[in-house]
């Protein structure tokens, strides 16, 4: 690898120097049948499109047409055979006679470069492959909604929207598709690369040749994107940039969640709201399945078992939760029986068809369904109005399941892959598509209707929508959730690396079934446990399906429950730090649950596990999650940190050795805090809705790049875009607390803030703000300096001694 850096050094100094270099944002070539273009839609991103005989057309679902549209200019020289295209930040040198390529960074490491043999070919059926040079410590990360380890090497996967109820540790497919790979070496070159094909497509990473990766699909467009960023938090940048960051979320969220597939009756779903009040247990949401339905039919309500739906919705909101319902979207074929949502699509031709032009029916939960063909834009128009009457009623969020689509009664589990659909959409060519095309963006489709239609009818109230299947860009318009999982040590485990897998691939707002949703019920301590490495989750719901025992928090007797509590309301302490996270996520992609390496990316060369580091997790920049590798045991184990100096998030205590060693309590999770945080909380509230009562609180850790923010807005609407938030920036160094500018005009709950920092082992020293005196004291037991400052609304320094 040494040489190869070397000869592109000497290759792009030749670049600089040559006199023959030209400009273009467009490089075509065509040999052998197929023809190549090679584009730059930012100086660190590079698109590669290929087709026999011909490119196919530049349109995408998940890339939108202005971030295609643009492009920054190559210098461009051509010597012999080969041709050398550079931007700021990228060269790739193309062999013209064989369309070999090697992508580097303007240093000159390798990004990619094309397998010895047939680096590209396309086969007789529509389909392509393509095969890469895999280096010895080369790592693989992302591809979204995946079981197995974190890292991809060695294995393979097909990306196929399935239902894949109970799935296990080894299951592929699953819900979604997200062809977007992160490559890290252990040197630290990093990549990304996104295929933008929705149709069956798969990834080897060594599994069929030992130094080699591939991609390919069955048929559509070769489009892929090749990112350059500068470490694997620059290339998740890169990856949204292109694909669309999540827009920032309803605050209640954030929030803890019940739901179980059913609550069968209304004042049942109003038992469970009175009990999580009188047991003191903060939530924000409970969910209805699809029991509330009239023969599970969607948009219907069962007015026998819901007798007066919106009062149920206005009581809920008097104890501060909201209440989130499930649309499917599978419609009754229902015809001649007063169903509205069968009649008036069926009257606008709104159902995908068979091949002889006959709507396609399909069993799903209502029996005979029809299904919407999402591709056109009429079709997610009347798909947006049926919601009017549940957002008229005051419902907040809308729940999308079974969209992979999943179909009763056939071995595929889905629609057959001749199916129409007919694209209307602007940007692409009016034509008619089969299923096997639209199948994996299906789902994607089916959430960008209820996002824009909800939107449209509540236009001030930012949307809430879940998803179990979708597509790259997805993220754009729903969170989603790892499916149907089982009560089970294991789903426990599996759970942490999935929702690692979906932040690194856009979906930031991503949960679990907390307890698992099939199989036995859980044991006391595994909902417990679940619990706990839920409360750290982005987002944190707890539900089963039906015939299993109650899975609620109080279930199991009152030590458990306490335990539980205790976890729930530490979430509700940190919202102050889990919404600035939400707020950074939807200006720069970067997931709030991350893997370790996404910050450190030189654990990936300490060994196995990407060095003991696989379960663990980040949340945001500053908190290290680290359950047991092994739950179900009592065995100590050793939590491996980037670094010493760490601190234990529950004690304040400061870490002096780069790991510690855990024998596992079930009350309590190792949770350590970064040398340098600054880390804000809030009073304990009930519900995201109730105004906390006192002071901000700010843990201020001491070490290197000492910083912290804090973000704030009214939490529902759009006001945010308009200036109506709060944004603060705080750093810190050995005697200064800095609070910069704030940004924005919205004000803030709080009128003054409780400042802990942390290893402080000194005398009581001169505290002033601004060169005022402040009272303060000091902790000698838990080695802390405390005081209270008012509020900051300007840039301010708090001096600490001197």
């Not at 990228?90 to 580097?104: E, K, Q, S, Y």
């Not at 179990?468 to 729903?478: D, E, I, L, N, T």
């Amino acid at each position: 690898m040494r040489g190869r850096h070397i000869v592109l050094l000497a290759a792009m100094a030749l670049t600089a120097a040559s006199a023959s270099a030209r400009t273009t944002d467009r490089y075509t070539v065509a040999q052998g049948g197929v023809v190549l273009e090679i584009t730059a839609p930012r100086d660190d991103i590079v698109r590669v499109r290929a087709g026999h005989p011909a490119l196919p057309e530049d349109a995408s679902w998940a890339v939108p047409a202005d971030v295609r549209a643009h492009r920054v200019p190559f210098t461009v020289v051509e010597s012999g055979d080969e041709t050398r295209l550079t931007t700021a930040a990228i060269t790739v040198t193309l062999d013209r006679i064989h369309l070999r390529m090697t992508i580097a960074d303007r240093a000159g490491h390798v990004l990619l470069d094309d397998a010895p043999g047939d680096a590209l070919a396309f086969d007789t059926a529509g389909g392509f492959h393509v095969r890469k040079a895999m280096p010895n410590d080369a790592h693989f990360f992302g591809l979204g909604d995946k079981t197995g380890p974190l890292d991809r090497r060695g294995g393979a996967f097909t990306l196929w929207n399935s239902d894949s109820f109970g799935f296990g540790p080894a299951t592929d497919p699953l819900y979604k598709s997200v062809p977007f790979v992160i490559g890290l070496q252990d040197g630290g070159t990093s990549f990304g690369l996104f295929l933008d094909d929705t149709w069956r497509s798969n990834f080897d990473f060594g599994k069929a040749e030992r130094d080699t990766w591939s991609f390919g699909a069955e048929g559509g467009p070769l489009d892929y994107y090749v990112m350059a960023g500068a470490g694997p938090k620059a290339i998740v940048q890169d990856y949204t940039y292109l694909t669309g960051r999540p827009p920032l979320t309803p605050l209640w969220a954030l929030g803890f969640q019940q739901s179980h597939w059913s609550y069968m009756t209304q004042g049942e779903v109003q038992g469970i709201a009175d009990r999580l009040r009188r047991d003191h247990i903060p939530a924000d949401a409970l969910w209805l399945d699809i029991d509330y339905q009239d023969r599970d039919r969607p948009f219907t309500v069962d007015t026998k078992a819901f007798p007066d739906l919106p009062g149920l919705v206005r009581s809920l909101a008097t104890q501060d939760l909201h209440l989130v319902a499930i649309t499917d979207l599978h419609i009754a074929d229902a015809p001649g029986q007063g169903y509205a949502a069968y009649d008036s699509g069926n009257a606008a031709d709104i159902f995908v068809k068979r091949p002889d032009g006959r709507p396609y029916v399909g069993p799903v939960w209502p029996g005979p369904s029809v299904f919407p063909d999402f591709s056109r834009p009429k079709a997610r128009a009347w798909w947006g109005n049926q919601f009017r009457a549940l957002v008229g009623m005051g419902v907040s969020g809308f729940w999308n399941d079974m969209n992979e689509p999943s179909v009763f009664d056939t071995p595929t589990k889905t629609m057959p892959l001749d199916v129409r659909h007919r694209i209307e959409e602007p940007g692409f060519a009016p034509r008619t598509a089969t299923h096997a095309e639209m199948h994996n963006v299906y789902g994607l489709l089916n959430t960008r209707a209820t996002y824009e239609g909800v939107l449209a009818l509540a236009p001030d109230r930012r949307p809430f929508v879940m998803t179990r299947a979708s597509y790259a860009g997805g993220q754009r318009y729903a969170a989603t959730w790892t499916g149907d999982n089982l009560s089970s040590w294991a789903h426990l485990n599996l759970s942490t690396t999935q929702l690692i897998s979906l932040g690194l691939s856009g979906f930031a707002y991503a949960g679990d079934d907390i307890g698992g949703f099939a199989g036995d019920a859980p044991s006391p301590e595994l909902l417990t446990r679940w619990i706990e490495v839920g409360a750290f989750n982005p987002i944190f719901r707890d539900h089963y399906q039906k015939d299993k025992p109650a899975q609620e928090v109080w279930v199991h007797g009152p030590e458990q429950e306490a335990i539980r509590r205790r976890y729930i309301e530490e979430r509700y302490r940190l919202l102050p730090y889990l919404y600035a996270l939400a707020d950074e996520n939807s200006r720069t992609g970067l997931p709030l649950m991350r893997p370790v390496f996404l910050d450190y990316p030189g654990v990936v060369a300490k060994g196995d596990h990407l060095g003991g580091t696989e379960q663990q997790f980040m949340l945001g920049d500053d908190l290290l999650v680290a359950p047991p590798p092994t739950p179900e045991s009592p065995a100590a184990y050793t939590n491996p940190l980037p670094g010493s100096g760490w601190y234990d998030y529950w004690t304040g205590q400061r870490i002096s050795a780069a790991a510690t060693n855990e024998k596992p309590t079930l009350d309590r999770l190792a949770v350590f805090v970064r040398p340098g945080a600054i880390v804000p909380r809030q009073p304990l509230v009930q519900a995201t809705g109730e105004v906390p009562k006192g002071n901000l609180a700010l843990g201020v850790y001491p070490g290197a790049d000492c910083r912290g923010s804090l973000y704030l807005d009214d939490g529902v609407s759009f006001a945010y875009r308009h200036g109506d938030y709060l944004r603060q920036r705080v750093t810190c160094d050995a005697t200064h607390l800095v609070f910069a500018a704030r940004e924005g005009r919205f004000h803030p709950w709080w009128h003054a803030i409780d400042v802990t920092l942390h290893a402080w082992t000194s005398a009581l020293p001169h505290v002033a703000v601004a060169g005022r005196p402040v009272p303060a004291r000091v902790d000698a037991n838990a080695h802390t300096l405390l005081f209270t400052i008012p509020d900051m609304p300007h840039p301010t320094t708090v001096t600490i001694g001197g």
